[in-house]
């Protein structure tokens, strides 16, 4: 079974950098697509980016754009989230998420079937 682990959250200012990782266990993973969302307790899972297998093409949320990067290593089997410039609304739990099927990275949480269990992010202001 294949299993994706989050890691690299906590609490940070306003204004830091993170970055997020999200170790895939499978040597391969068939489709390949990745995508991370976030979710903050009351409300819907939020899209913030997404990758194809190859790493050729990302797409990111308007709220996120210019500040969060995603990236892959797929010889490391390890999906990245770079973060900069955080801000306080930027608080949630972070999810990476799979496609076992696809390797296009489309922005909506139905596309994959495979989901870490979260890293908190906390920004203080």
């Known amino acids: 079974q294949v299993q994706l682990v989050e890691s690299g959250g906590g609490l940070v200012q306003a204004g830091d950098s993170l970055r997020l990782s999200c170790a895939v266990s499978a040597r391969t993973l068939s489709g390949g697509a990745m995508a991370w969302f976030r979710q903050v307790p009351g409300k819907e899972r939020e899209f913030v980016a997404s990758?194809?297998?190859?790493?050729?093409?990302?797409i990111y949320a308007d709220s996120v754009k210019g500040r969060f990067t995603t990236s892959r290593d797929n010889a490391k089997n390890t999906l990245y989230l770079q973060i900069s410039r955080l801000k306080p609304e930027d608080t949630a739990v972070y999810y990476c998420?799979?496609?076992?099927?696809?390797?296009?990275?489309?922005?909506?949480?139905?596309?994959?079937?495979?989901w870490g269990q979260g890293t908190q992010v906390t920004v203080s202001s």
């Open positions: 990758i194809t297998r190859s790493g050729g093409s990302t």
């Open positions: 998420a799979a496609s076992s099927t696809s390797s296009a990275n489309v922005p909506k949480s139905t596309w994959y079937d495979l």
